[in-house]
């Protein structure tokens, strides 16, 4: 099979690395050709538009920032929409808002086209390693016809269920740590106030069932006010107001991550969206230094 992939971003970049190494050259295309320059000395083929991506290719991986970025890229001027043809593979890796995954499956179906979403968990080392989790929602024998293309890009393959599925399970577990992270913050500006240690307070954490690598590291970073960008803030905001928006649709509470939702999207409009998520600590921050203020005077 042709291999085409689009979107070059952090993630992207290190995963259509993985797929050349194995199986040869793969056609390519991002927003920006600038960051295809690295894969173009590998077996990267340019392609001038995602509807070139399309006719040229058997299956296509897209990896990209949002719902509004797929939509574009499927469907606008010189979108894959033009140049896709019956029998041809699209894989959304994106996290992507589940209902609009089962309408790309419909819609795509339309033409013959077959549609998975597959989200990935996992970081940029994960990425580099080819050790990210893959899980995979859609038909059952398009994802057994093409499972090891994704193993060429992770250690783990889960296939799901039918369309959607993959897209609602990683938005709940996006939410969850978005939440663990938020609850870490509050704590150690809790423990701060208490005069305790906070890196001790880490130790005890990681030896103990209900802490995670996750928050701890994510603590240790706090701590050490480094925010270097391994998952963005205004990715995760995104997520999570994604995650709100489906609970809607499918008329179940959700008011943690409603609450959740709106501090993410304080936190990226005052311009922390290119730090790491766990930036959402330097609003909690903010907040409590208000509240002390307040209650002195």
């Not at 663990?180 to 005890?204: C, K, N, P, T, V």
């Not at 999570?240 to 409603?258: A, D, H, M, N």
């Not at 730090?275 to 208000?290: P, T």
Request: aromatic share 12%; with cysteine.
């Amino acid at each position: 099979m042709k291999i085409g992939f689009i979107g070059l971003g952090m993630m992207g970049i290190r995963m259509v690395k993985n797929l050349i190494k194995e199986f040869g050259e793969v056609n390519v295309w991002n927003r920006t050709k600038q960051k295809a320059k690295e894969i173009l000395k590998m077996k990267g083929k340019w392609r001038k538009s995602p509807c070139e991506i399309a006719k040229n290719s058997d299956i296509v991986f897209l990896i990209l920032k949002d719902k509004e970025a797929v939509n574009e890229v499927i469907f606008g001027e010189n979108g894959l929409w033009h140049g896709l043809s019956e029998g041809k593979i699209v894989i959304d890796m994106t996290t992507n808002l589940p209902e609009y995954s089962i309408y790309l499956y419909n819609k795509l179906k339309e033409k013959g086209v077959y549609f998975l979403d597959a989200p990935v968990l996992g970081t940029l080392p994960h990425a580099e390693k080819r050790e990210l989790i893959i899980i995979v929602g859609g038909d059952r024998n398009i994802f057994e016809k093409i499972k090891r293309y994704f193993y060429a890009m992770g250690r783990r393959v889960e296939y799901i269920g039918e369309s959607g599925s993959a897209s609602y399970l990683k938005l709940f577990i996006n939410v969850l740590g978005a939440v663990s992270i938020l609850a870490l913050s509050e704590g150690l500006i809790y423990l701060e106030r208490a005069g305790i240690d906070g890196d001790f307070a880490l130790s005890i954490l990681e030896e103990l069932a209900f802490g995670s690598k996750a928050m701890v590291v994510k603590g240790r970073s706090i701590l050490k006010n480094d925010f270097e960008p391994f998952f963005k803030l205004e990715l995760m905001e995104k997520d999570i107001r994604y995650y709100v928006e489906s609970v809607k649709r499918l008329g179940v509470t959700g008011f943690i991550p409603s609450l959740t939702s709106e501090i993410y999207r304080l936190a990226k409009n005052k311009g922390f969206g290119n730090l790491d998520f766990c930036a959402v600590y330097k609003i909690i921050e903010e907040l409590n230094s208000r509240f002390l203020l307040l209650s002195e005077k």
